[in-house]
């Protein structure tokens, strides 16, 4: 098993910055890719990004590429992701997850965090 804990969300106004975290522990040689899903109210959930174990491909959402990086330390076991330029429109409770495909379908990633609420309001 794979455990996932999320952190660093927060209320920020528009305009503002935030940098989530997602530290793993347990079986972490599972977690060959790590992503960033979001989802709003009344909302299905919506990938964000995702990045391999080494760092060297990344994918994120055309929603959010010119905001947001993704980012590990896999030494460290924990995976980032630095939003800047937050809009309402990015409010969402943010969840952290890890597998072994490289995709943007929620479906195929096994293990999830319990989310951070991202909250961007003046």
């Known amino acids: 098993q794979v455990q996932l804990v999320e952190s660093g969300g927060g209320l920020v106004q528009p305009g503002g910055s935030l940098r989530l975290s997602c530290k793993a522990s347990g079986r972490t040689g599972s977690t060959y890719v790590m992503g960033w899903f979001r989802q709003a109210p009344g909302q299905e959930r919506e990938f964000v990004a995702f990045?391999?174990?080494?760092?060297?491909?990344?994918y994120v959402a055309d929603s959010v590429k010119d905001r947001c990086t993704i980012s590990r330390d896999s030494a460290e076991n924990t995976l980032y992701l630095q939003m800047n330029s937050l809009k309402p429109e990015d409010t969402a409770v943010y969840y952290c997850a890890a597998g072994t495909s490289a995709t943007i379908r929620p479906q195929s990633y096994p293990y999830w965090g319990q989310g951070t609420q991202v909250t961007v309001s003046s």
């Open positions: 990045i391999n174990f080494f760092g060297t491909a990344t």
